[in-house]
């Protein structure tokens, strides 16, 4: 039923971008709070940006000013625009929704590297 795809990973060198995607199926999308939270080589998974159905955004302080993150509810998709990346951003970025129970997507590698 619930569903979250991600897209948009790849390898990129510090200081360039990336734009990822999660698309969701299976739930009224635009009335959940939506999530992207990365994983790090040994780390903990972290949330890096969040957006509730009002608008109303919280970022981690590592990416504020670097990242953003937007939600399409026709088009039921969350997205993160990520500029001026680090290599310190690399990690498996994850799409999650808070419904009743949490819901991941299978995740997208981010790697920043010359």
């Known amino acids: 039923q619930v569903q979250l795809v991600e897209s948009g990973g790849g390898l990129v060198q510090p200081g360039g971008s990336l734009r990822l995607s999660c698309a969701a199926s299976?739930?009224?999308?635009?009335?959940?709070?939506m999530g992207w939270y990365r994983q790090a080589p040994g780390k903990q998974r972290e949330l890096v940006a969040a957006i509730t159905p009002g608008g109303s955004i919280n970022y981690a302080d590592s990416v504020k000013g670097r990242f953003t993150i937007a939600r399409d509810n026709a088009k039921k998709t969350v997205y993160l625009q990520m500029n001026s990346l680090r290599t310190e951003d690399t990690a498996v970025y994850y799409c999650?929704?808070?419904?009743?129970?949490?819901?991941w997507g299978q995740g997208t590698q981010v790697t920043v590297s010359s």
């Open positions: 299976g739930m009224i999308f635009g009335i959940y709070t």
């Open positions: 999650k929704i808070q419904m009743a129970r949490d819901y």
